[in-house]
């Protein structure tokens, strides 16, 4: 089956460790997305990558990092510099040449103790 | 820049009601819009999408859209709602295919027996 898959579905976090949230998919897709979503608050950009080894940043970019090392990979890191990183994170991507709809991955929900 | 407003955060409608989801877009150029369902605790699903072919467009689940220009409007109607259609909806633009996808802030939806 092709899709997106994220890893782990809940993760807990200390106050000043920092956290990697895994994004697979192997959907051939070119750009890779990252969100935050918080209540009432809609999605929010944090990175987007549209090629292996290019990055750019989203609207909320602080405290967050990412790689694209494989097309198929977008990790996302939550560094400590991030204030308040409890939140529900959702992974995307879309063919480039396709009809510009993102498909989602299941979501990661961090929590930070 | 373009962005989308999302008329209500929660609608509440009896199981057999018909359901109107609003959703007004701005965007300078011909835009791509979206719909998306959400529940709870899972990623986001594509319930339909407008690419300027038909105005009216029909999505999975018994959903369908009109796309106005003159109103600036995408608005999700299902002539009678279910108990399974309770969840959180969001509209989403991007101007074309290259560019990154806006969300609004979301509607949830409750249906009543």
């Known amino acids: 089956d092709g899709g997106i898959t994220q890893s782990p579905k809940y993760l807990f976090r200390k106050e000043g460790q920092n956290v990697t949230l895994s994004c697979e998919q192997n959907?051939?897709?070119?750009?890779m997305y990252w969100y935050r979503q918080d209540p009432g608050q809609g999605l929010r950009l944090i990175y987007y990558?549209?090629?292996?080894?290019?990055?750019q940043k989203g609207d909320i970019a602080e405290g967050y990092s990412v790689s694209r090392e494989k097309k198929e990979s977008f990790p996302l890191t939550v560094t400590s510099a991030q204030k308040n990183p409890t939140a529900f994170y959702l992974c995307?991507?879309?063919?480039?040449?396709?009809?510009?709809?993102?498909?989602f991955g299941p979501g990661t929900r961090l929590t930070v103790l | 820049a373009q962005s989308v407003t999302q008329l209500g955060s929660h609608v509440s409608v009896s199981e057999g009601a018909l359901v109107l989801l609003r959703c007004n877009y701005s965007?300078?150029?011909?835009?791509?819009l979206f719909w998306y369902v959400q529940y709870p605790n899972q990623g986001l699903q594509l319930l339909l999408k407008?690419?300027?072919?038909?105005?009216l467009v029909k999505g999975i689940n018994g959903f369908e859209a009109e796309f106005k220009k003159s109103e600036t409007s995408f608005h999700l109607t299902k002539p009678s709602a279910h108990m399974s259609d309770a969840a959180e909806y969001f509209c989403?633009?991007?101007?074309?295919?290259?560019?990154?996808?806006?969300f609004g802030a979301g509607t949830r939806l409750t249906v009543k027996p």
């Open positions: 407008y690419t300027s072919a038909a105005t």
């Open positions: 990558s549209q090629i292996v080894n290019d990055f």
């Open positions: 959907l051939n897709h070119d750009a």
């Open positions: 965007s300078s150029v011909p835009p791509y």
């Open positions: 989403a633009v991007t101007p074309g295919r290259d560019n990154d996808m806006r």
């Open positions: 995307a991507s879309r063919r480039l040449a396709g009809g510009a709809e993102q498909f």
